[in-house]
């Protein structure tokens, strides 16, 4: 999993490695993050009904998934990367 | 003579920088030096037309005041008049110095890093906020533009027409009413282009109506003009909407069922009455007899007016709701909030709403398509208030309830739609609509878009706009919570500026304020000249100016005409940076490698600049900045359209589609005439603001326009009797060109650009001359300014209006800083929360003065 922009004050870095069970869900994989970086990151990436929030890019592999309720596969093929954008919504202007 | 003929004679392709425009250069070059800049004919945007900027463009390339090489401060002391005791070092000790503070503060907590940028900088902050997100900081100020940005005007370009901003459709309008803006005159978005296309509106006898205190250069233009008091445009638009919808009974039905919310039905609580399966608003079908979801395939019929039981609860359509709620604001109503006689509001809302000609068609291309030639239009002037929101929607209504939005004839969001270039389908955006139905924009410069909202999350950044997720442009709040973050909850304060041409002293409130804000942050500019901002720097590098450096984006959503051809262009070196100047984004780049941050931004990159496939950027190994921008180009316009192409041929265009321009007509998604959600927004920030004891007045988070006054009854009283405005000229663009000697020489000429306006009568009352010296002392601050009196007829007689953003006092400009070269207006404007509009944070840019003869009058 790859964390890019608004998040280093949280994750203090970009990459974070797991292991989650077959069929997993994204949210089960945010869920994993959180357990280990603390409630503020779902703070940064969710709203509080549990939607991504609306600067927040999340990829599956090359495929952007638009509800943490999705699953991480490709197709039939489990997905190795995850990769999660901050935009820095409240930049300029 | 002999050099020119032997020797090299070329014209160049590139792109303007002097303002946010973007406009088409043909640039002649002999013998390496530039000695001519021209307007390019074959551009769409511009189409050959250049303004006085843009022509004295060659005047800020070899300026002598211009930075050549990195300096370092040698006082530890920062003030605004307070030598920093610049001296000379060389790149490698100003990028490691930089480098070893960037790692200091991404190791300790990235949020710490600001990023400032301009509108001249418009090309180069875009991929400064690349840089940024990379980091891991989320704080940006678009600075140069604080006080000049249209910031709410910019949600509601988002939420009515799914754009940055919006123009009058040039080639079918036929009633322009224009408040306040610049539109067409030589400022505003695609200025040349823009006013070519207007002025041939005029010509095929589009009438024209400026309401707007002063006779500025844009009024001057116009069929008729009505001045009217600052602040009080919501009001003459709310009197408006009042005639056209209870006294002519002019609005289209047809576009308000289908595309906008006013069939949905609105409860007592002042919310939509949702359907309990899939909670989507509910509409009335009168043939049926009852609710259905707004989307049904069965609706028959929607219901407008009248009130339903649903459920066990009552509820209107919203546009029964806003017709009620305009009952009261009659032009009796609004003539004394405004000065303007009820009879003339009566006048002009019926001269809109006939040339509306609700009803009417026009086949374009072959495709029948509404004709609504009426467009409002606004910008600072009329929102720059504390009632900044509320008067826009009201403006914004104004077009919606007649049907004149996005389609031939009227308002025009800037390029909502691309369905891209022919040969590679990019770049694509199409307006989209969300779960309610509602508008989304699909293209943001700074995404996201505005609407839907964030959620509110308190204060987690430095310009409050996580916690008032509606201020989609430059914050008026940031200087407020930068010096003070404990205040607002702020867990970690602002170390470090990245300092991109802003002159944020002198473009944003009382630079005594903002300087305190900025003292103690290690400051890197980014810097043509050693201006007023640049007082507080730690480090400055040469940045090289528009015509030196090469660009991944000479062309934004807005830069375009918003009918015609699209029209992208290069913006490329004319010649090499003079001195040790280099271009900011190569500047970037080199740290990003020293600071150890190349995957990260690579990555940004990659998302944000949508390069994929093979051009995407491989983290494994560093790129030029042409690589980059090759690889920007090719992404977009396929591989042989790459950076080799555009350097030689400078554009490539190609003709928008009727469905792109007008695109409404083709689309599902609906405008809110009843903006629930940001009811129900308030409610979060006021509850936020509870919960963080901070002391913010959410009342204006309102479904429903209605006007208030901009300062309470004492501010006004004590003397100070006239209220000052702001305004822009086509010759300078913010603080960034006044030391431009072509640009002081026509501003000399000109009667206003460089002394203040005022009434006549006014004047004589006062006993004030034309040319006479006058001191203006303002209500809110209490600073006093000088400046020249140009006496005139063509201004309310309650005003002064003050032009661009002279004064300088900066030892190293040293043609800005001449005495009366123009008054700086922010000494006048107070920074505080009492001064915003805190829906869009915009500030209040009338300020209460007393204006007085000064008693010091100079020997001309």
């Known amino acids: ?93 | 003579m002999g050099a020119s003929v032997a020797g090299e004679d070329r014209w160049i392709p590139s792109t303007c920088g002097g303002c946010y425009s973007c406009c088409s250069l043909l640039v002649h070059r002999v013998n390496g030096t530039v000695v001519k800049i021209e307007g390019n004919p074959e551009s769409a945007t511009n189409r050959g037309r250049l303004c006085a900027r843009g022509i004295s463009g060659i005047m800020t390339l070899y300026n002598p005041n211009r930075v050549n090489v990195p300096l370092k401060r040698t006082n530890p002391r920062k003030g605004l008049d307070l030598d920093p005791g610049w001296v000379e070092i060389t790149w490698e000790e100003a990028l490691e110095t930089v480098a070893a503070r960037l790692k200091k503060i991404r190791q300790e907590d990235p949020r710490k890093l600001l990023l400032t940028g301009t509108v001249t900088t418009q090309d180069e902050v875009p991929f400064a906020r690349l840089f940024a997100m990379a980091f891991g900081t989320p704080n940006g100020w678009n600075s140069g533009a604080g006080n000049h940005c249209g910031t709410a005007e910019h949600l509601l370009g988002a939420v009515y027409h799914a754009s940055w901003s919006k123009q009058p459709d040039p080639d079918h309008c036929r009633y322009l009413l224009n408040f306040g803006s610049s539109v067409g005159a030589g400022s505003y978005y695609c200025v040349t282009g823009m006013a070519q296309r207007i002025a041939d509106a005029r010509l095929r006898g589009m009438r024209q109506v400026a309401i707007d205190p002063f006779l500025s250069i844009s009024a001057e233009k116009a069929d008729e003009w009505i001045p009217i008091r600052p602040g009080t445009d919501g009001a003459f638009a709310l009197a408006m909407l009042h005639v056209l919808l209870h006294e002519l009974g002019i609005y289209d039905r047809d576009y308000l069922e289908h595309h906008t919310n006013g069939p949905y039905l609105i409860g007592e609580d002042g919310l939509y009455l949702r359907d309990e399966q899939e909670q989507l608003p509910l509409i009335w079908d009168p043939i049926d007899g009852r609710a259905k979801p707004f989307s049904a395939p069965d609706i028959k019929a929607f219901a407008l007016e009248g009130e339903y039981a649903v459920n066990g609860s009552k509820a209107k359509p919203a546009f029964s709701l806003l017709k009620e709620h305009l009952r009261p604001f009659t032009p009796e109503w609004a003539a004394p909030i405004t000065s303007v006689p009820a009879g003339t509001i009566r006048r002009i809302a019926g001269e809109f709403g006939r040339e509306a000609r609700v009803g009417s068609t026009i086949v374009l291309d072959g495709k029948v398509l509404p004709y609504r030639p009426v467009a409002v239009m606004y910008f600072k002037g009329a929102q720059g208030h504390k009632n900044a929101l509320l008067s826009c929607i009201a403006l914004e209504l104004l077009c919606e309830v007649v049907g004149a939005s996005n389609v031939p004839g009227a308002l025009l969001g800037m390029n909502a739609c691309s369905l891209g270039y022919p040969e590679t389908g990019n770049p694509k955006w199409v307006p989209k609509t969300d779960r309610d139905g509602l508008l989304v924009a699909a293209h943001w410069p700074t995404p996201p878009a505005p609407y839907p909202p964030r959620e509110v999350k308190g204060a987690e950044t430095i310009d409050l706009k996580g916690m008032i997720p509606t201020c989609p442009g430059s914050s008026g709040a940031l200087p407020l919570v930068m010096a003070d973050p404990e205040r607002f909850k702020v867990p970690y304060k602002i170390e470090m500026n990245l300092h991109l041409g802003s002159n944020y002293v002198m473009t944003f409130a009382n630079p005594e304020q903002v300087a305190e804000a900025f003292k103690d942050v290690f400051q890197v500019s980014f810097s043509l000249y050693l201006d007023e901002s640049t007082y507080f720097s730690d480090i400055v590098l040469p940045a090289a100016s528009y015509l030196e450096r090469l660009s991944h984006m000479a062309d934004w959503m807005a830069s375009n005409a918003p009918v015609g051809e699209w029209c992208y262009h290069v913006r490329q070196p004319v010649t090499e940076p003079i001195g040790e100047r280099r271009a900011t984004c190569e500047v970037l780049l080199d740290l990003a490698e020293r600071v150890g941050m190349r995957q990260e931004l690579h990555a940004c990159v990659n998302l944000m600049l949508q390069l994929k496939g093979p051009f995407a950027l491989d983290p494994g190994r560093p790129y030029s900045w042409e690589e980059i921008v090759d690889r920007r180009y090719k992404a977009l316009f396929g591989e042989a359209h790459g950076l080799e192409w555009f350097k030689e041929h400078g554009i490539l265009k190609w003709p928008k589609k009727v469905e792109e321009v007008y695109w409404k007509p083709f689309s599902s998604a609906r405008a809110p005439i009843y903006l629930e959600w940001l009811k129900r927004l308030g409610e979060e920030v006021q509850a936020m603001a509870q919960k963080l004891d901070l002391p913010l007045d959410t009342s204006a988070f309102l479904p429903l326009p209605e006007w208030r006054p901009c300062h309470p009854e004492q501010e006004t009283a004590n003397g100070h009797d006239l209220t000052a405005i702001y305004y822009k000229v086509p010759m300078q663009t913010f603080s960034g060109t006044y030391d431009n000697p072509w640009l002081d020489e026509a501003c000399s000429i000109d009667r206003f650009a460089y002394h203040v306006a005022i009434h006549a009568e006014t004047a004589r009352r006062k006993g004030i001359q034309d040319g006479d010296w006058i001191e203006i002392t303002s209500a809110s601050t209490g600073a006093t300014v000088r400046g020249r009196a140009a006496l005139t007829e063509g201004i309310h007689p309650e005003v002064i209006a003050i032009a661009g953003c002279g004064g300088h006092w900066s030892k190293f400009l040293t043609v800005a800083n001449r005495e009366g070269r123009g008054v700086c207006f922010e000494w006048l404007m107070p920074v505080g929360l009492g001064n915003l509009d805190i829906p869009s944070l915009t500030q209040d840019q009338c300020v209460p003065v007393r204006v007085a003869r000064s008693t010091s009058q100079p020997q001309a």
């Open chain 1, 1 to 93: 999993m790859h964390f890019y922009g608004h998040t280093r004050d949280v994750t203090g870095g970009t990459d974070f490695v797991t292991e989650l069970p077959e069929r997993s869900t994204v949210r089960d994989l945010l869920d994993r993050a959180v357990a280990h970086y603390g409630e503020k990151l779902r703070e940064r990436l969710l709203t509080r009904s549990g939607a991504l929030e609306a600067n927040v890019q999340l990829f599956v592999g090359e495929r952007q998934v638009l509800s943490p309720d999705e699953p991480l596969r490709d197709g039939l093929e489990a997905v190795g990367e995850v990769t999660i954008f901050v935009v820095s919504a409240t930049a300029g202007g």
